[in-house]
């Protein structure tokens, strides 16, 4: 047999020149937005005042399976892309298991994650449309930064509302996205209608991603030549996002090497759903089978506690309705939370196929995410961002498995970006200052009282 290299890439020509849309596969399609005053399916021209045109009809689009990536994007794509596929020889050396690890590495461009092939996207989009600008929110600040990188390429204007606990703690990121020219305010606002009323609310409140989320789209509705972008859950960032999942199938192909699990930490699913969408599409077509795992934080558990309902997308409820897992638009995560993936809800399309039972879920707690990221850096060299150090945790978790049974499985997992801008939450995983919290179902009953009442269909 061929020896697999460390890191397998792909030449340029090799690269995919299509995105694949899993949900033309899918036989349960992921079900629409609902306008919240009408609780009917949001239609193309509602969509439209928030996204730009092109965008909502992928959004809309459950049938054509493949899109052609634009040229443009494709340029920037080859940039930093393809990204590596790497054979884990070390870590599996070091853990002496029986197992094959591999993993996608998104981190390897400035913004230290996968969201720049959204972004580029959705920048390139709203361009042709001839818009003067995006707004949008950022947590962590990763889907931020991507963005300030995608429209300053473009010459865009963008206007970033960031959640305010990040904006304090992480002004680095904060001066990255300025460095690409993004203008940077923390949320909850006074700049808003829903900001003012949120802040009135909750005084004194470090925000949320659903708060922000909520500023940006009243920003983008109130104000000519903008419109909305978003860095994840959307069925079109699942899309944009798939070129993950069809590079890593292409490099495993050239050498005919089939996972059996593959793995990615879930916050709103676009990483997740990028990776396994070419796979889950020969798995719904009957043509392969493979066991895929969403990995979550104990402390924020859409899939694994959560319910599947019509829920509102952020805290201000300005936003459609989208039927997945979530823990009600008002949960947020404890302040000890420090890993990421705080998003009370999960893509419609990842959250009908965990419902359809053709994906597992687990959730795993921050400390151990961490012992696992500190052992990740050691192994394999690369700092690993705290989200990203969910799906390492569960790969571990299955290698280990793998050498206590002798079972030689195949394991992809998906390693989405950086930890540099993370070392606040590494220094106190270090200072043994990190600690693990998970909500009671008392915490918990406080969000699922906020879902609305479901539609009759
Ligand atoms: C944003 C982000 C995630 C989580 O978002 P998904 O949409 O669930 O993929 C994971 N890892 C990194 C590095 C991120 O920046």
């Known amino acids: 047999m ?41 239609t193309e021209n509602e969509l439209s005042a928030v996204f730009c045109k092109e965008l909502v009809k992928q959004e809309l689009d459950d049938k054509t399976a493949y899109f052609d990536i634009p040229q443009e994007i494709l340029d920037f794509y080859k940039m930093y892309r393809p990204s590596p596929l790497v054979r884990a020889y070390c870590l599996e050396k070091k853990l002496q298991t029986p197992a094959k690890i591999y993993y996608k590495f998104e981190g390897n461009n400035t913004s230290g994650s996968h969201k720049l092939n959204s972004a580029i996207a959705q920048a390139y989009y709203a361009k042709m449309q001839g818009l003067r600008g995006v707004t949008t929110e950022t947590g962590a600040g990763q889907w931020g930064t991507a963005l300030s990188m995608a429209t300053a390429y473009l010459g865009l204007d963008c206007k970033v509302y960031m959640v305010k606990v990040s904006y304090e703690q992480k002004p ?140 509102f997308c952020d805290t201000g409820m300005v936003c459609p309705l989208a039927k997945m897992y979530t823990l009600g638009s008002s949960f947020i995560p404890s302040a000890n939370h420090a890993g990421g993936l705080r998003y009370h809800g999960m893509s419609s399309i990842l959250s009908q196929l965990y419902h359809d039972g053709l994906m597992e879920a687990v959730s795993v707690e921050q400390t151990s995410v961490f012992e696992a990221a500190e052992y990740f850096a050691r192994t394999e060299g690369i700092l690993p961002a705290p989200e990203s150090s969910h799906a390492i945790r569960a790969a571990l978790d299955q290698a280990i498995k793998c050498r206590e049974t002798g079972e030689e499985k195949t394991i992809l997992f998906g390693l989405t970006g950086t930890g540099y801008f993370d070392m606040l939450a590494y220094e106190k995983f270090h200072d043994g200052q990190m600690s693990d919290y998970i909500p009671t179902d008392e915490d918990l009953k406080h969000g699922f009282d906020g879902i609305p009442a479901q539609p009759e269909i």
């Open 172 to 311: 680095f990121r904060r001066e990255v996205m300025r460095t690409y020219g993004a203008s940077v305010t923390p949320s909850p606002s006074t700049q808003t209608e829903v900001g003012r009323r949120i802040l009135q609310k909750h005084p004194g409140t470090s925000g949320s991603l659903g708060c922000a989320i909520s500023e940006a789209v009243e920003y983008a509705t109130t104000h000519d030549g903008y419109r909305y972008v978003l860095g994840s859950v959307l069925n079109q960032v699942l899309l944009h996002q798939s070129v993950i999942g069809l590079e890593s199938k292409a490099a495993l192909d050239k050498y005919g090497v089939k996972p059996d699990i593959i793995i990615g930490c879930a916050g709103g699913g676009s990483n997740l759903g990028g990776l396994i969408s070419p796979f889950m599409g020969e798995k719904l077509r009957g043509e392969a089978d493979y066991r895929f795992i969403a990995v979550e934080p104990a402390s924020c558990p859409s899939f694994t506690r959560g319910r599947f309902a019509y829920d």
């Open 2 to 42: 061929q020896e697999i290299p460390y890191k397998i890439y792909l030449n340029e020509d090799e690269m995919p020149k299509q995105w694949y849309n899993v949900r033309a596969d899918m036989k349960n399609k992921p079900a629409p937005l609902l306008n919240p005053a009408t609780m009917q399916p949001m």
